[in-house]
């Protein structure tokens, strides 16, 4: 055990706890108070990442601890999967809070103190980074729950003279406890399990327990780690409403990251939880449930995407439907870990796909949520209606907007596109031995064509349609360059992702190396993984007799990309074509006005009727 990871935590905490103390008492100097909060949340950002790459370097993980509260000893695990998640809320939260500096100056909320906004910003990432290295279903997990609850339940309700985000809030607030609730019951119903029980000791007694009542233990952890990511139906009760209504950069957090506690909660308790003496068959069938549950949020949640003419509530919804295609991943894996050996290799891409759709999701969503929080900022409105034409205004959060758009839609060669490859490629490749499970992938594969609607409407109506000529704000313009450099870090960060994806599929095996449980003892051996074949321009799966069966290679999609516009550049200046300006024709109308022109709502409006049935509408 090596004490200096222990140290490591508690100095990042100890950094962030210090911090939600001092900075509320500078509230008073806005941009100053902002400073001092980053910088806390970078200083315990470096510490955790390097108490994460400690752990990844696989000389000291798995660490365990145990830390003593007065009367009360709390287990702690930090392994390679915990410090993926600590690298990942450390990264999201150091830019955002950067990024709140400027943001928080927004003339709307100028008449609110920043008090309890600095206190409650580094007190909720001290929650999310407690509970993923909590190691029990009790007392560490209820100290950590309710840090990251009541911390973002008030940063939700920041703008509280709104009886509108009040209420959103309190929702939050009601059904985030009663997913701790079941959490807690199911960690305290096993007998022989009590408060400060570890998690590999609860998984002992779970193999003991008859199947009614490991089942409802299950079902109680899956439905509360469920909700706080957003799975269907418990997704659509809180989570639109509270990721529209808070600050943006708080939104991004939400979205990003706080998200992700839950599907860290779904897998430790899929792959950690289940005792070895489980029957594979039932555990195959918590793979089937999970997986269609997964595919049903990812189509549901898109659907109601495409419908939404706020911004906020769009991207909104899109993160139910992209943590759906994670939910789906994890189902699957689970599944195939059976008896079936030949599966395991899919098993494999499934569960990767999930990691990188973790890793993909948290950049591209944070960095959609903040491009239009700068929108917002100089617009006055998120309203989808009232926008448009912003690229001549704002042409480098258009850009970047571009990128993570493009991203989120799993365009070829982007980050969105290699983790839904490999979430569609593990299920369409399962064929016959899991038939049910290529209907999945079709289903994955039609969504991921919403997704992409979705968006074009989204960056259309935002940046390229005109509109905001008749917005009530004149003053348009681009944001400071201080609320750009978060964004063009993201946006760097995604497309290294997108480019680069065999960097993230080493860190996976780094993962698997240095953690424990079912995913490291099926997965982690050098015969599995040696079916993923890496190289610089991308990843490939490899079927059983070493031929390559589905292909992820962006740098030489991008290549070819750039080999066929040089070659349609060329074609065009050999024929001689001559530019021709002409007005455009309004069908009509003599000058284009707001009272003529196409708004967001009109747009798949065909398409938007016939999905009425999944819900989500919105009024024209």
């Not at 985030?176 to 009590?194: H, R």
């Not at 031929?547 to 962006?554: I, R």
Request: proline letters at 4%; glycine letters at 10%.
């Amino acid at each position: 055990m090596d004490q200096s990871i222990y140290q490591s935590l508690q100095t990042g905490i100890g950094l962030l706890l210090g911090c939600a103390v001092i900075t509320p008492w500078l509230s008073g100097k806005r941009q100053w108070a902002g400073a001092l909060n980053f910088l806390a949340t970078l200083a315990a950002g470096l510490v955790f990442s390097g108490l994460a790459i400690q752990v990844l370097n696989g000389n000291s993980a798995p660490a365990s601890f145990d830390l003593h509260l007065g009367g009360l000893a709390i287990p702690l695990l930090i392994d390679g999967f915990s410090a993926v998640f600590i690298v990942l809320i450390s990264l999201v939260a150091a830019v955002t809070a950067f990024y709140c500096i400027g943001y928080m100056e927004m003339d709307h909320y100028r008449h609110y103190s920043l008090r309890s906004f600095h206190f409650c910003y580094p007190v909720f990432i001290a929650g999310m980074i407690a509970l993923v290295t909590v190691d029990d279903l009790s007392t560490g997990f209820t100290i950590a729950w309710q840090m990251m609850t009541l911390a973002s339940f008030f940063l939700i309700r920041f703008d509280h003279k709104d009886p509108v985000i009040v209420r959103s809030a309190n929702k939050y607030l009601i059904l985030m406890e009663l997913a701790w609730a079941a959490v807690l019951a199911a960690g305290l119903m096993i007998p022989g399990c009590g408060w400060g029980t570890p998690l590999h000791q609860i998984a002992d007694q779970l193999g003991m327990l008859d199947t009614g009542l490991r089942t409802l233990m299950l079902a109680l952890v899956l439905l509360g780690f469920g909700m706080k990511a957003g799975m269907f139906p418990l997704g659509q009760l809180w989570l639109p409403d509270a990721h529209s209504v808070a600050p943006s950069p708080i939104s991004a957090l939400l979205s990003g990251v706080m998200l992700k506690t839950g599907i860290y909660g779904m897998i430790r308790t899929l792959f950690w939880m289940t005792p070895e003496s489980m029957p594979a068959r039932e555990l195959q069938y918590w793979g089937l449930a999970v997986a269609l549950i997964g595919v049903v949020t990812l189509f549901i949640g898109t659907s109601q995407s495409l419908k939404q003419v706020d911004a906020k509530r769009l991207n909104a919804y899109s993160s139910i439907g992209q943590i759906g295609y994670i939910i789906l991943a994890i189902g699957a894996a689970r599944f195939y870990l059976g008896p079936d050996a030949a599966l395991h290799t899919l098993a494999l891409l499934a569960i990767l796909g999930a990691f990188l759709h973790v890793l993909n999701h948290a950049i591209f969503k944070s960095l959609l949520f903040l491009c239009v929080g700068s929108v917002q900022y100089t617009t006055g409105t998120k309203d989808l209606d009232k926008l448009g034409g912003l690229f001549a205004l704002m042409p480098v959060t258009a850009i970047i907007a571009g990128i993570a758009a493009i991203a989120v839609s799993g365009v070829p060669a982007f980050s969105g596109f290699t983790s839904k490859w490999a979430i569609v490629a593990s299920t369409l490749l399962s064929g016959k031995a899991a038939g049910i499970f290529v209907i999945f992938g079709v289903v994955a594969l039609v969504t991921s064509a919403m997704t992409l609607a979705t968006y074009v409407k989204l960056y259309g109506m935002t940046f390229t349609s005109v509109g905001v000529e008749w917005n009530e704000k004149n003053n348009v313009h681009e944001v400071s360059k201080a609320m750009l450099a978060p964004k063009a870090i993201l946006a760097a960060v995604c497309l290294l992702q997108g480019f680069f994806p065999w960097l993230f599929v080493a860190l996976f095996g780094r993962v698997l190396a240095t953690s424990e449980g079912t995913l490291s003892q099926a997965l982690g051996t050098p015969a599995v993984f040696d079916t993923l074949a890496q190289s610089y321009s991308g990843i490939r799966f490899l079927g059983s007799a070493g031929t390559p069966v589905a292909f992820s290679l962006p740098l030489v999609m991008v290549a070819m990309l750039l080999v066929a516009g040089l070659v349609a550049l060329w074609l065009r200046r050999a024929g001689g074509a001559e530019e021709r300006s002409a007005p455009v024709w309004l069908c009509g109308y003599q000058t284009l006005n707001n009272a003529n022109r196409y708004l967001s709502s009109h747009i798949f409006d065909a398409f938007k009727k016939f999905m009425k049935w999944t819900g989500g509408n919105v009024r024209a």
